[in-house]
Structures are given as C-alpha cells and as structure tokens.
C-alpha cells in the first residue's frame, strides 16, 4: 500500500513486475486496460459537470473517518471527500491505479493507495467507517464477493455508499443484454445488464436507505438508469 502525504509523495511507478499493455492485458489476477485508463476523464468530463459531480459531492461529502473507495479509478471521488479522515483507495489495473496515485499525491486529505481486488481486501473486520462503490460493481468479477467484504470490514454503525449504473427494463433490459459481450470489452469489463439493488437485498447484509434510481442519460444509453443509496450495516 502506498501512503501520499507531507512525506511520501509521488510514487508514481507501477506496480513492479506488471506491464502496463496497449487496450487490455492480464498479468496474474491484474488486468490492465492502459486505452480506456487513458480515455477515461475525458469520456466522463460531461457526465462529471452536469450530474456525476454532484451526485458524487451529496454521496461522498458527509463520509467521515477512514473511507475505503473500492475500484477508485483515476480517483474521481477524491476531490468529494473533503471530510475524511483518511482514504484508502484500492485500484488493481495499474493503469488505472497510476492516474489514481497522482490524483493522490495532489490530495489535501490523506490517501493510501492499494493494489488489492475487492473480493480479497486486505484489510481487519470492522476496520472503516465507510465503504464506497461508484461505477465499480459493473466491472467487479464478483458483486456479491465484493459486497460481502465490503460488509466484513465496515464497522457494525458505517456506511455503505453506492453510485452505480444498473439494470434498466423491458426493451432496454434486453437491449443491454445483447450488447454486454461488446460492451464488457470496450468499457474495460463493465456489464451494463446488472441489478446491483436486486444483488444487495438478496445479501441481507444491509438496510438499505435513500434509495434514489434516476436517469440523467438518454434512455436508450446503456449505462443508464442509474441508482445511487446509502446502506448501513443489518448484523
Ligand atoms: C468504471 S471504473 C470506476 C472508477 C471510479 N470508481 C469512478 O467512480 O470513476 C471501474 C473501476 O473498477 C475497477 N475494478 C475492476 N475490477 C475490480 C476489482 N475486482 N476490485 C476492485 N476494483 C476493480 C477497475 O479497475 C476500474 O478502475
């Protein structure tokens, strides 16, 4: 894990022995998507300014204490969560994870940087007081897995936030469907056909709150509706 702060910055470097690959490469359990990594901004910047951002800021800005952002990306959620204590961002595709560690760096709070998957967090039981998934339980391997250590470590009064795309109905359901072998490939793994709300009633490990499911996407898009909750632990 890597450490950004007064003393330890700029560790910029990835993961030794990893090669960072042109489109996609697996090395191990890693896989490195160094196009989309290099896209990735650029295709949000939209979406950031006229929805993501916000919907981003009203998740994130109340979050205190050790906050684990779990597939942190480029490390879009930094800049929200002004109210942590401390942030442990775990990004395994180093190319991701090398925008991420400069995002890092740059950060007022402090933020450690984790190469761990996010059914396998390296972390103690009940060891943080948040849990933060956006746009992540897409591309996850396993939403369930994730969601379970994502229970494991929280403490028994944390909070799991959640921002995702999901699952529409009907025409789009199908439409979604048919195009997630394509999509999975162009979107770094992501499937634009799962029911993250569905998934987390079924764990029954939170109770969830605020449930918010909106569309600032065009209809047919298919990372759209998008749903966005807070969640505290059930046992
Ligand atoms: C679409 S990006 C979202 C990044 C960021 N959370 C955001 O909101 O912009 C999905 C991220 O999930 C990461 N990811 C994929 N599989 C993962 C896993 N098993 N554990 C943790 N992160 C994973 C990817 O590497 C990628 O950075």
């Given amino acids: 894990m890597r450490a950004y702060g007064a003393d330890m910055r700029a560790q910029s470097e990835d993961t030794p022995g990893v090669a960072t690959a042109p489109f ?4 191990g359990s890693v896989r490195s998507h160094r196009v989309f990594a290099t896209c990735y901004d650029r295709m949000n910047a939209a979406a950031e300014r006229t929805f993501l951002g916000r919907r981003r800021a009203a998740l994130l800005g109340g979050l205190t204490g050790t906050v684990l952002d779990v597939g942190a990306g480029t490390g879009a959620n ?7 204590e401390r942030v ?51 591309t996850v391997g396993d939403p369930n897995a994730a969601l379970a250590e994502a229970r494991r470590v929280l403490r028994d009064d944390g909070t799991l936030a959640v921002l995702e795309h999901v699952r529409g109905t009907g025409r789009l359901a199908r439409f979604q469907d048919a195009i ?8 770094a793994g992501c499937h634009p056909n799962r029911d993250t709300l569905t998934t987390l009633r079924g764990l029954g490990d939170f109770a969830i709150h605020d449930v918010d499911e909106f569309r600032e996407l065009p209809r047919w898009f298919p990372a759209s509706p998008m749903l966005q909750l807070t969640a505290r632990p059930t046992r």
């Fill in 24 to 27: 996609a490469t697996s090395v």
């Fill in 78 to 84: 930094l800049p929200h969560l002004r109210s942590a």
């Fill in 88 to 138: 442990v961002a775990v990004e395994p595709d180093p190319a991701m994870r090398q925008r991420l560690e400069r995002r890092a760096a740059e950060s007022t709070i402090s933020v450690e940087v984790s190469a761990a998957s996010a059914d396998a967090l390296p972390f103690d039981d009940a060891s943080v007081d948040a849990v933060v998934f956006t746009l992540v339980l897409c």
């Fill in 180 to 187: 997630t072998p394509v999509w999975k490939v162009v979107g």
